[in-house]
């Protein structure tokens, strides 16, 4: 049983609780159940009838597809980029800011790090938009795969829920 209401767990993921509730929930032990209310009020913020297994970011979700149970990460607009295991950047826009000019977008003049050095990747949706990720590599190496998850041990060994069925 949970300490707080789904209309409080609601409200902090959408970033409208009082700053006392915010701070005392965020701060002491997680209760049971906390986790089931965060991927409701997730799932009451999409679209989908796609079920939210995982929360990578604010707008992005890995998830079990209603029509065929894989788990694949998906944008809330509901543009599905590849199977949760692979690196969904490699199926995202991305747009790359390898000049001078493009980092005067970000940085003041002569504050922007040197592009020889140093360029930034932003990762977007390519079907709404929405910005994913931002990495700030040097220029020659690869995309980065951020994580894979081990959805299994999470469900079982931290939140003890049942594990969301999927295909093989």
Known sequence: MSN???EQVAHLVDGSLDWETTFRMLSMPKDHGRFEQYLAALQARVGFKDRIILPLG?????VQSASTLQWVT?????????DYRDNWKLHASIYVRDT???MTEVYPKLMAP??????YREYYCPTCG???DVEAPTPWYPVIHDFEPDIEAFYKDWVKLPLPARAN
Do not use: K, R
């Open 4 to 6: 707080y209401t789904n």
């Open 130 to 132: 929405a910005m994913h």
């Open 74 to 82: 998906q944008c809330d607009c509901g543009h599905v980029f590849c």
């Open 58 to 62: 604010p707008h992005l979700y890995i």
């Open 114 to 119: 040197d592009t020889q050095w140093q360029v």
């Open 100 to 102: 001078e000019e493009a």
